[in-house]
């Protein structure tokens, strides 16, 4: 039986389609949880679980970048992205890189990873510069 009409969420193989509307607020949940329990163990997050963080944050930007473009044309256009400024935090950053808060507070200190103060102790990380760091860092020893 299905829970609120989400048979047409899910496909055949069991796997679970995000519409890109809500992608945001569920990345948003899961680095709470994970932001949580790797505090609390020690632990690493798993790459397929990095994956999909990824993958979400993709959707969420994609989600905004459309509504951008369609909210003057349709008014039902929600933008429920984390940030319109395209900014992650730290924690964020730190679930989408499988490392430490500490170690991506590290990145930001030693001017490896752009980021401005936002807060007492909160920092927004410019998105692109967090892509372009994860996928062209060379060398970096990751906690």
Do not use: K, N
């Amino acid at each position: 039986m299905s829970h609120l009409g989400a048979d047409h969420l899910t496909r055949a193989d069991g796997a679970v389609i995000i519409l890109p509307s809500v992608a945001g607020e569920v990345l948003r949940a899961l680095i709470r949880d994970l932001t949580t329990r790797v505090r609390a163990d020690g632990g690493e997050v798993p790459a397929s679980v990095r994956q999909l963080l990824y993958a979400l944050h993709t959707a969420a930007q994609r989600a905004e970048a459309f509504d951008s473009v369609t909210a003057p044309f349709d008014s039902s256009a929600t933008g429920t992205t984390p940030d319109p400024s395209g900014t992650v935090s730290v924690a964020e950053a730190a679930a989408l890189m499988g490392c430490s808060t500490r170690h991506v507070r590290a990145l930001i200190a030693s001017g490896r990873l752009p980021a401005e103060r936002v807060g007492a102790r909160v920092w927004a990380i410019d998105a692109a510069a967090l892509d372009h760091y994860r996928h062209h860092r060379t060398g970096d020893a990751r906690p």
